[in-house]
């Protein structure tokens, strides 16, 4: 859980610092950055983790519902879990909708306006779905992990005044081929979308062997944010160490695709 929370506290600081020149960018210890990583506790991450992976029941229109599967064939569960998410973002304070591309897809979006850049945005986020190995799919790692830490970001920046736009985004069908994220950043692309960078977690939850080392998907285009966010690291997080990849199997695909950081 340490390493989880951990994290947290780098996408948490990341978003203060990105969005401006590297040469002007200076990463100094906050007491008040400090204080937002504070509020994630064990309590508030494993809760939603379980409440996503149908390990405890969740109340949606004052109903008691179970979200038993995420696997992607079984659009009716999908659809409880995307209202969750929805109304989560909902109860933050945030403006959200669904962005429904097919008969199948749908995502979820939710919307912090930046007060000096709003036309100007990064994007927090992760998929929802789950790849079967049989109808029940409960995907507590691969993928509530990365839920979590979307919905648990939108929770802790919702008094926080960012000068950048911020969506936090839960994206669908990326098992069967990054389908949503991929419906969305060639929307944003051919509407001339200033996404200025964006942060994917994948997988978060599960370090196998406790090396306390996490791996960054990164590519020529997006190193000034990497940099960024090693700096964060190193600041708030030094118990993490990392390694780099240019594996194209998540949905940060979908934006270097498109030429988004």
């Known amino acids: 859980m340490k390493y989880y929370i951990s ?3 780098i996408l948490l600081v990341s978003v203060q610092f990105t969005g401006k020149a590297k040469a002007q960018v200076s990463v100094a210890y906050s007491p008040v950055v400090d204080s937002i990583i504070g509020l994630v506790t064990d309590s508030t991450v494993s809760l939603l983790v379980r409440q996503l992976s149908g390990d ?3 109340v949606l229109g004052g109903e008691t519902k179970t979200i ?3 696997n992607y064939q ?3 569960v999908q659809d409880i879990a995307a209202q969750f998410v929805l109304e989560k973002f909902q109860e933050f304070g945030y403006q959200a909708r669904y962005q429904n591309y097919s008969s199948t897809g749908r995502n979820v979006l939710g919307y912090k306006i930046g007060t000096r850049y709003p036309d100007k945005k990064y994007i927090i986020c992760a998929h929802y779905d789950n790849m079967p190995t049989a109808a029940i799919a409960p ?6 992990s990365g839920v979590v830490a979307v ?3 939108a929770r802790l920046l919702a008094d926080f005044p960012t000068e950048y736009t911020i969506e936090f985004a839960i994206w669908d069908e990326e098992e069967i081929g990054l389908i949503g994220s991929a419906a ?3 929307s944003a692309a051919a ?3 200033q996404i200025l960078g964006v942060l994917n977690y994948d997988m978060i939850a599960w370090d196998s062997n406790n090396d306390f080392k996490l791996t960054l998907g990164t590519n020529t285009l997006s190193q000034n944010l990497t940099n960024e966010y090693q700096d964060v690291m190193r600041i708030y997080t030094p118990e993490l160490n990392w390694n780099y990849t240019s594996i194209e199997a998540s949905d940060h695909a979908s934006f270097w695709n498109q030429n988004y950081p």
């Open 151 to 153: 919905l648990e970001a």
């Open 74 to 76: 079984f659009n009716n």
């Open 7 to 9: 994290l947290f506290a």
């Open 191 to 193: 509407n001339g979308d």
């Open 139 to 144: 995907g507590a790692d691969d993928n509530a």
């Open 56 to 58: 405890t029941t969740i």
């Open 184 to 186: 969305y950043a060639d």
């Open 68 to 70: 038993s599967t995420r």
